[in-house]
Nanobody
Framework: QVQLVESGGGLVQAGGSLRLSCAASGSIFRLYTMGWFRQAPGNQRELVAS???????NYADSGKGRFTISRDNAKNTVYLQMNSLKPEDTAVYYCAAKRIWAPNFDSWGQGTQVTVSS
């Protein structure tokens, strides 16, 4: 199983930007689809974006046009660039991974807090 460590969260004003990073270790990174999820207080965890090992991306409607997911297989790292942040983007953001043949994400990072002030 792959181990995931997120970084890059913090406090930002509305309209600002943040880039989250997730470093993976312990397995062959290129065999994994990677994703970013978020969970706000009182809400269920939701998918923000995902990227396959062939760089096919998928975004939740909430982030389309503002968020960009990317991966660097040489660095075993996945990124989430978040622009034009809104207060409703405030949440704990989790990196996740699943083997390319698996149906569900089954490896999770510890989460990083993103707070957007109005």
């Amino acid at each position: 199983q792959v181990q995931l460590v997120e970084s890059g969260g913090g406090l930002v004003q509305a309209g600002g930007s943040l880039r989250l990073s997730c470093a993976a270790s312990g397995s062959i990174f290129r065999l994994y689809t990677m994703g970013w999820f978020r969970q706000a207080p009182g809400n269920q965890r939701e998918l923000v974006a995902s990227i396959t090992n062939s760089d096919n991306t998928n975004y939740a409607d909430s982030g389309k046009g503002r968020f960009t997911i990317s991966r660097d297989n040489a660095k075993n790292t996945v990124y989430l660039q978040m622009n034009s942040l809104k207060p409703e983007d405030t949440a704990v953001y989790y990196c996740a991974a699943k083997r390319i043949w698996a149906p569900n994400f089954d490896s999770w990072g510890q989460g990083t807090q993103v707070t957007v002030s109005s």
